[in-house]
């Protein structure tokens, strides 16, 4: 069969086995292009799969440390601090005024998840043109509430008219102690 095919390509006149030629060479070129970028695709998943798997090992193999320093925090949780959402919010805006940040700051309604034994509440705090020394106080003020506040995200920018002052959004998070 293909003694066949190469005796009809021969048969061929020159301009035509280069076209030929230049057609098949074309052909795996596209084939090849393609294999090549799900590959790449497949290589890429392969990594992202191991890391993740990684980083899940490393979780289970610290889960009864994990645990035990779980339980001496709840032990240790006093239930009277805890902040539902609107004490959060509350607690927030002080902190934010005892800080120096009065004017141009919004508060985002706050999302709750509820366990049996606990809520984690949300909210997102923006402060636009902020001082630094200001955004560093209350950064300092929130610190000073932990366990029962904390930081989940933060971000930062400046104003592009105004270098001087700042834009920031805190993602807040309070953790509330439900009574049985």
């Known amino acids: ?20 030629a230049a057609f098949v060479a074309l052909a795996v070129a596209i084939w090849g ?19 993740d798997l990684s980083v899940q090992t490393q979780w289970l193999e610290r889960r009864e440390r994990i ?39 919004q508060i985002d309604a706050a999302r709750s998840e509820r366990t049996n034994e606990f809520a984690l509440h949300s909210i997102e705090f ?5 001082d ?19 930081f989940e995200q933060f971000s930062l920018s400046t104003v592009p008219s105004r270098p001087q002052e700042l834009e920031a959004v805190f993602r807040i998070t309070s953790v509330e102690a439900l009574r049985k």
């Open 132 to 150: 630094y020394a200001n955004l560093q106080s209350f950064y300092f003020k929130l610190t000073e509430r932990a366990p029962y506040i904390g």
């Open 67 to 105: 645990e035990a320093s779980a339980k001496s925090a709840i032990e240790h949780l006093e239930p009277a601090k805890s902040l539902d959402a609107v004490k959060l919010t509350a607690e927030v805006s002080d902190l934010a005024a005892a800080a120096g940040i009065t004017g141009n700051r």
């Open 126 to 130: 923006r402060a636009r043109r902020a």
């Open 1 to 20: 069969m293909i003694r066949r095919f190469r005796k009809a390509f021969m048969g061929r006149l020159l301009r035509e086995r280069l076209l030929l």
């Open 33 to 51: 292009s393609g294999f090549l970028r799900r590959l790449g695709g497949a290589v890429e998943e392969h990594r992202r799969v191991s890391t």
